[in-house]
């Protein structure tokens, strides 16, 4: 099966710098990677997705970039806010067989 | 309102005491899921289903069992719980497999 690897495990950041949390997966399979967002207490909520025919994806300060060959994929938070700080989770599911396989999370502490 | 609905929210019990957890959509999507999430292991898939009597197993389904009788429902079912099924469960469903997952507000169990 798929097995997605995620670093870092935490990550702290002073108010306004960049994070960078990045993905590696197994099964060249894989074409669909969200990534999703879950505060303290909170559900998982989506916040970008990307599909393998596309490199590159942004949304206002959040962009997410794969690489097929070497099979990974990143998350890029520019300008960061304290309302960053939350839990960071990496996914990647394939459209034939419909599992999803998470990464093991990403603790970002964004510092006022 | 568009949501995933799960019950109970919190749940002690005793070792081999069936439970249920239900999960009640309204956006007639085809996919749901349940996943439970425990520290540093990010969230893991049980079992999914593509549609109404179409179940599968996910990553980790021993010791649960699930139903898809309806469109919307799609409940989760510990025959006989133990120790190691305490966990946080979510409940989520997308239009159709790899897209956007929708989750519930989760399911925190705890078996004594």
């Known amino acids: 099966g798929e097995n997605v690897e995620q670093h870092p495990s935490t990550l702290s950041v002073q108010e306004g710098d960049s994070a960078v949390i990045k993905c590696t997966y197994s099964?060249?399979?894989?074409?669909?990677f969200p990534w999703y967002k879950q505060e303290l207490g909170k559900r998982p909520q989506l916040i970008i997705d990307?599909?393998?025919?596309?490199g590159e994806k942004k949304d206002q300060r959040i962009a997410v970039t794969l690489n097929k060959t070497a099979k990974h994929f990143s998350l890029h938070i520019t300008e960061t806010q304290p309302e960053d700080s939350a839990v960071y989770f990496c996914a990647a599911s394939e459209d034939n067989f419909n599992k999803f396989y998470f990464g093991s999370g990403t603790k970002l502490n964004v510092k006022p | 309102e568009a949501q995933v609905t799960q019950n109970p929210r919190y749940l002690i019990t005793v070792t081999g005491k069936k439970l249920t957890v239900t999960c009640s959509q309204n956006?007639?999507?085809?996919?749901m899921s349940w996943y439970r999430q425990d520290p540093g292991l990010g969230l893991r898939q049980i079992y999914y289903s593509m549609n109404v009597e179409v179940t599968d197993k996910g990553d980790v389904p021993e010791g649960y069992k699930v139903s898809r009788k309806e469109k919307r429902n799609f409940p989760l079912i510990l025959e006989s719980p133990s120790p190691n099924q305490t966990s946080l469960y979510f409940c989520?469903?997308?239009?159709?497999?790899?897209?956007?997952?929708?989750f519930g507000a989760g399911s925190r169990l705890t078996v004594l």
């Open positions: 956006m007639n999507h085809e996919y």
């Open positions: 989520a469903s997308s239009l159709f497999g790899a897209n956007v997952l929708t």
């Open positions: 099964d060249s399979a894989s074409n669909y």
């Open positions: 990307i599909r393998s025919n596309v």
